[in-house]
């Protein structure tokens, strides 16, 4: 990933997904995928919408990614 993209991940989740959550984005560089969701109410739903975020700031990092 090119330098600077991993701070710059973790912002725009955290634009994303705060609007939903009062919450903390942790975004680590590392050599395997992960996600982990804690003190959620319903889990399962948090971790859709979070995969789905992802999903979507990824596909869109053209517009917010500035290098």
Known sequence: MPKGSVPALQQEMLRRVSKRYDVDVIVKSASNDGLT???A?????AQEFVQETLQEVWET?????IR
């Open 37 to 39: 969701i804690l003190r």
């Open 41 to 45: 109410v319903d889990k399962e739903s």
């Open 61 to 65: 990092a053209d517009d917010w990614f």
